[in-house]
């Protein structure tokens, strides 16, 4: 049996249905049974746990093969120090590991994290993987992610509003975009294969490294928007904006960070392009299923 935190996400529920379509027994963990009602269909057991709750992780870890274990990759954008949350949540998980008996343990983590400060809130799960591992008798493989395609989601009001796509990252800049469904399927695939020993790194870096300025072209030809195009906008623009949104002091100084980082190569792969760090979905595959159907969806609401 593997357990699966996070299941409500975009990662975890990947992970789940990939071991549940491999026939392997699931509990998956999320703060809302309504959410993981999904995966209780296709047969998985449904633990509803806050991720911050160690008495309850341990619960649900135990008796478990392995577990898959996830601090949210996505920003509180209103959360005023979201650092000590990610700490908080890495301390539950830490604890709950421990005391459970698990011994193998995939973990998500993003490119970037062998940097303890620089990186936003990545620098949380550099804190997260050094406090993980040091659980002794514990076999940990830390998937260090890309930058998640679906992050381009973001912009679809702007490219049918304003026909373009904005961020603060140099527009020729090489980005691993990678797709949430094939990080999960990998970690589940390593969860069920189980080939490494001690705390092992496996970057994943998408089908290939993809521009912003490429990514436009690509989403302008899936969805027909003519003119688009891609604009740079300044760190000090994009935290403005940011605020200007309600996000955090905080959250909106991470952000920032990261872009950044991104800019001056402080952060970046570390590890060679393989057939083990590549993953299927490409840019193009992922902008005519997933950018262009919601696209068009918004369109006719």
């Known amino acids: 049996m593997f357990v699966v935190t996070g299941a409500g996400g975009r990662t975890g529920r990947a992970a789940a249905e990939r071991l549940l379509a491999q026939g392997h027994p699931v509990r998956a963990v999320g703060r809302s049974a309504r959410r993981l009602a999904g995966l209780a269909e296709r047969g998985a057991e449904v633990w509803e746990a806050d991720q911050t709750d160690t008495a309850a992780l341990t619960d649900a870890f135990r008796g478990a093969d392995g577990v898959y274990a996830v601090i949210q990759p996505n920003y509180i954008p209103d959360h005023p120090d979201f650092g000590a949350f990610q700490d908080q949540v890495a301390a539950a998980l830490t604890r709950a590991v421990a005391a459970s008996g698990v011994t193998r343990v995939v973990g998500l983590s993003s490119w970037g994290a ?11 799960l550099h804190r997260f993987e050094r406090r993980l591992s040091a659980v002794p008798g514990v076999d940990t493989l830390w998937l260090r992610a890309g930058y998640f395609m679906e992050n381009l989601l973001d912009h679809i009001d702007a490219v049918r509003t304003l026909r373009r796509i904005s961020a603060p990252f140099d527009p020729g800049l090489p980005l691993p975009f990678v797709a949430t469904r094939d990080i999960g399927a990998r970690a589940a695939d390593e969860l069920a294969d189980g080939t490494w020993r001690g705390t092992e790194i496996l970057e994943l870096q998408g089908e290939r490294d993809v521009s912003m300025r490429e990514a436009t072209d690509v989403i302008a030809k899936a969805v027909g928007a003519d003119g688009l195009a891609y604009e740079q906008i300044s760190l000090a623009a994009f935290h ?39 993953t299927p979905t490409s840019i193009e595959r992922f902008a005519e299923e997933e950018f262009a159907a919601r696209y068009h969806a918004t369109a006719q609401r």
């Open 114 to 124: 062998q940097h303890a400060e620089g990186t936003g809130p990545v620098a949380g």
């Open 240 to 278: 403005a904006e940011l605020r200007g949104n309600g996000v955090s002091a905080g959250v909106a100084d991470m952000m920032a960070e990261v872009g950044n980082a991104l800019n001056l190569r402080h952060t970046r792969m570390q590890q060679p392009r393989s057939s083990r760090t590549s």
